[in-house]
């Protein structure tokens, strides 16, 4: 997210009244970074960068990624990236369909875009209204990217106070589910109105995917929370274990979700130093959750010293029980602690790096950059790389803002707001069994288990 009152921000500008899907020339990347102690620790190597299209120019936000390929969510649409090259990624295809935030999951052809900014209709053409028109669009819309060059747009879902983040959950062989996060920030908004304690649950039939609709709504807060809770903010859901992590506002929980359509809310932690919970990350063995503090909304420097270390932060909880006695107990904070003056920089979203047994992430931080940490102590986290292309070290280097960092099939990929879409590749000799573990889809926010060679 790039700012906690995101319906009083600019609507994202509609650049055009169609949707625009095509092949493109090939968008080289180049390589021709300062030396690395400049920018980045030795360990991590910049290797590639493909600059946003001019068309797709708006704010970056999510990624996903299938086979080959890196789907890359933006305020004005998404990019497809063929990346089987890895260190010379390529754009395939642009989707101009504006709608704010942009949030992406994929699923087999199909593709799912959160819009978070109202439109008068749900197509992509649609023109952008006010806040306070009670007929304005938000929600899911549906593409079908089985060819990648030429993605379709499918159907829509509305869903109250639009979609600002979405999660896949698997199903059966007959269906799968959305679920929709979303938060109302005051009553002056007409299809938005607090208490929004819920999530919204899309259905999605695999063989008639037009046919989408929402079936629950559930109130995940009935009783209130520790501060106002007006709605999740991300979920991550880890299907093998039938567990999710919300980031819910004021609140951090855990929820089962053995019956998708009905989750259920096992645990509540607060945390008087966390000013907006974000995302959430399990371990691998799902004995852990990290999860992210927002604390100025994307918009504020916060990696400052007079911030401090626990404000803005990850903070890691053990996790333990199953159930209705699923407990969290706190473990310890986690912040980058490479000061960045009056920089944006708050913890944002990341992902594991699948090396078995042992517990590595990394994650985004803004104009913080990137950063490789090691939390297999959870209560002494510590970081071990990091790439920063920081302008004031180097001229030649455009400065990072980074939203969303990932680890796929032996890289890193970077969701840059401005630069574009940022390759790395980790040279750290701790890391190096993460390079046989492969994906043959991943969405960050639905954990797989992962194991050597798969």
């Known amino acids: 997210m790039r700012s906690s009152s995101r319906r009083v921000a600019a609507l ?25 102690d400049q920018i980045s620790s030795d360990n991590v190597e910049h290797v590639a960068n493909v600059p946003k299209p001019d068309a797709i120019s708006n704010t970056n936000s999510d990624l996903a990624f299938t086979g080959d390929y890196a789907i890359g969510g933006n305020y004005d649409g998404f990019v497809i990236y063929d990346i089987s090259e890895p260190e010379s990624p390529t754009i395939v295809s642009e989707v101009l369909c504006p709608g704010g935030q942009g949030d ?19 197509e ?4 952008s209204v006010p806040v306070t028109d009670p007929n304005g669009f938000e929600g899911v819309r549906i593409f079908d990217i089985s060819d ?12 109250d106070c639009g979609s600002h983040t979405l999660t896949l959950v698997p199903g059966d062989a007959e269906r799968e589910y959305v679920y929709v996060s979303s938060y109302s920030p005051s009553a002056s908004f007409p299809n938005c109105q607090p208490p929004h304690d819920k999530i919204g649950i899309i259905e999605v039939p695999l063989d008639a995917p037009s046919e989408a609709s929402l079936v629950n709504e559930p109130v995940l807060f009935p009783d209130g929370g520790h501060r106002t809770t007006t709605g999740c903010h991300d979920i991550t859901v880890f299907p093998s274990k039938d567990i999710a992590a919300g980031a819910c506002m004021g609140d951090g929980i855990i929820m089962d979700i053995s019956d998708p359509v009905d989750p259920v809310v096992t645990e509540v932690v607060q945390d008087e130093n966390f000013a907006f919970w974000h995302s959430a990350t399990f371990t691998n063995d799902a004995r852990t959750v990290l999860f992210t503090d927002e604390l100025g909304g994307g918009g504020a420097p916060t990696c400052t010293e007079e911030i401090g270390p626990e404000r803005g932060a990850n903070a890691i909880y053990a996790l333990d029980g199953e159930g209705a006695d699923t407990t969290l107990e706190f473990a310890s904070y986690f912040k980058i602690d490479r000061h960045q003056g009056d ?19 990394v994650q985004s931080w803004y104009q913080g950059g990137v950063s490789v940490i090691d939390f297999n102590d959870p209560t002494n986290p510590r970081e071990i790389g990091y790439f920063d292309a920081d302008d004031r070290i180097d001229p030649d280097v455009q400065n990072n803002d980074t939203w969303s960092t990932y680890y796929y099939n032996g890289y890193v990929y970077s ?11 980790l040279t750290d000799p701790r890391l190096r069994a993460a390079e046989r573990v492969t994906y043959e889809e991943f969405n960050p926010q639905t954990q797989p288990v992962y194991r050597p060679g798969r």
């Open 148 to 159: 990648k060059a030429n993605p379709q747009y499918v159907s829509a879902v509305r869903t």
């Open 104 to 122: 992406v999951a994929v699923s087999g052809d199909l593709l799912y875009f959160a819009v978070d900014y109202p439109r008068a209709n749900d």
């Open 124 to 127: 992509c053409g649609a023109p």
């Open 343 to 361: 920089q944006v920089c708050v913890a944002h979203n990341g992902s594991l790096i699948p090396v078995p047994g042992q517990d590595f992430f």
């Open 415 to 425: 969701s840059d707001i401005d630069r574009g879409l940022d390759v790395l590749k």
């Open 12 to 36: 994202a500008t509609a650049a055009a009244a169609t949707l625009f899907a095509g092949l493109l020339g090939p968008a080289a990347a180049y390589a021709d970074t300062p030396p690395s």
